[in-house]
């Protein structure tokens, strides 16, 4: 078999990553595993009954208009994004936010990833003065997608959190502001909120010192938005949405449950906005009309941030404070467990301090045991330095029905258990 020789892009994406493993995992566990498989390492959203009633509805809605089935899937929308839903979204936000914006500030992508994808390699790598800018992460561990999108090497650079301990059990990063330099090969500043994988949502307080950070050393503020306001808002603290000339902000369908319609969203001043609009007509020609067409009346008439705010956020805090008992109950003092405190998102970080194996090796383990997790040292590329806590911690889901998390929690238990009280 004739085995191609790859470019270092194609070493880059062609050759396994820990993004490729998660979704491996999660789409066998969602369609071909048996029914004892415990999938709690993707990011697939919960299938709410409300939720998925409406998406019902608002396809019998398409189909019953004379057109606008024929329209979604026989025609292309412009790169930018279908008119009327991006003129939607853009009144929304001037009237509900006070944001200046107008359809020329956003463009559509092909789910969020892709977003990332066109931003970070239109910004960073090879310059055409010959120098080569990066992507400064001032916080990880920070979304495993990232990793291994750059077209070129030595990308990211990421700094070290500092961990404060909460209570007995939890614990929280925290931006390490003084250990923070922005050089001269940073091309932008780039955080999740809420963190996927730890569920930290940034304060209000740190998003204002690093978007002036950024408007001092004049570089975009990239803020990852996937699970946080003004839609899906599956925000669990205190946090208010930013934007501004000088941030780039994305947005997703995917968590507030359209995750098969591939949408992201980007939100930014003009020149970027046409910037990713015509990267769309080079790499796809168009983008995905589904999940636009089925939003566009929920945008018009404020209905995606009812759903957001009456039905998915509180959905999902139930869902941590079950996951979170559950730790409880089945974690004991002869583990050093920890988990960050819950402040978004879909997931549980589990810390366990100085654990005699590899979360790889964990995450191995747990497999035989038909529990699916993500092992957390996926999380902290970027660094310059080795750090022991980033083979100590993973990410659990909470997504998934509830038999199957607390069962998978359990089993969780019972193998770190046994790690420990082997070597002792």
Not at 149 to 165: H, R, T
Not at 169 to 178: E, I, L, M
Not at 192 to 219: C, F, W, Y
Not at 404 to 414: H, L, N, Q
């Amino acid at each position: 078999m004739m085995t191609p020789e790859y470019s270092k892009f194609g070493e880059q994406l062609c050759k396994g990553s820990g993004i490729e493993e998660l979704m491996y995992d999660l789409g066998n566990a969602l369609t071909t595993a048996g029914p004892d498989v415990k999938m709690l390492g993707g990011g697939q959203p919960a299938h709410i009954p409300e939720v998925d009633a409406l998406w019902r509805k608002r396809m019998e809605e398409i189909m019953a208009d004379g057109q606008c089935f024929e329209n979604m899937v026989g025609n292309y929308d412009p790169p930018q994004g279908n008119p009327h839903f991006i003129t939607a979204l853009a009144k929304m936000l001037r009237e509900n936010f006070g944001w200046d914006v107008t359809e020329k500030n956003i463009a559509i992508t092909s789910g969020g990833q892709t977003a990332f994808f066109f931003l970070f390699n239109s910004l960073a790598g090879r310059m055409g003065d010959g120098s080569r800018k990066k992507i400064l992460l001032p916080l990880v561990p920070e979304y495993i997608g990232y990793a291994n999108q750059s077209v070129g090497e030595d990308f990211f650079k990421a700094v070290k959190p500092i961990i404060e301990e909460v209570g007995d059990s939890q614990f929280k990063y925290r931006v390490d502001f003084d250990a923070l330099e922005i050089t001269d090969d940073i091309a932008a500043i780039c955080v999740s909120r809420p963190t996927n994988p730890t569920g930290n949502v940034l304060t209000d307080n740190e998003m204002k010192r690093l978007a002036d950070l950024a408007k001092q050393h004049d570089i975009p503020f990239i803020i990852d938005n996937a699970y946080g306001a003004p839609f899906p808002n599956i925000f669990f603290s205190d946090a208010n949405p930013m934007w501004d000339e000088q941030v780039i902000l994305t947005l997703s369908l995917s968590k507030i449950g359209l995750p098969g319609t591939r949408t992201g969203i980007v939100v930014a001043n003009e020149a970027v906005a046409s910037a990713v609009a015509s990267m769309s007509a080079i790499i796809g020609l168009s983008n995905n009309n589904i999940g636009q067409t089925m939003m566009t009346p929920l945008v018009e008439n404020g209905d995606i941030l009812k759903l957001s705010n009456n039905i998915v956020k509180p959905y999902y805090v139930e869902k941590t404070k079950q996951a979170q008992g559950w730790v409880k109950e089945y974690f004991d003092e002869s583990v050093p467990y920890r988990y960050h405190v819950s402040e978004g998102a879909l997931f549980l970080w589990l810390w366990f301090k100085d654990m005699p194996v590899s979360s790889k090796v964990l995450y191995t383990k747990l497999k035989e045991r038909e529990v699916l997790i993500v092992s957390g040292h996926y999380f902290f590329f970027g660094l310059d330095e080795e750090w022991s806590h980033t083979d100590e911690c993973i990410r659990v889901t909470y997504t998934m029905p509830e038999e199957k998390v607390r069962g998978g929690i359990e089993i969780i238990a019972e193998v770190v258990k046994e790690i420990y009280t082997s070597v002792n």
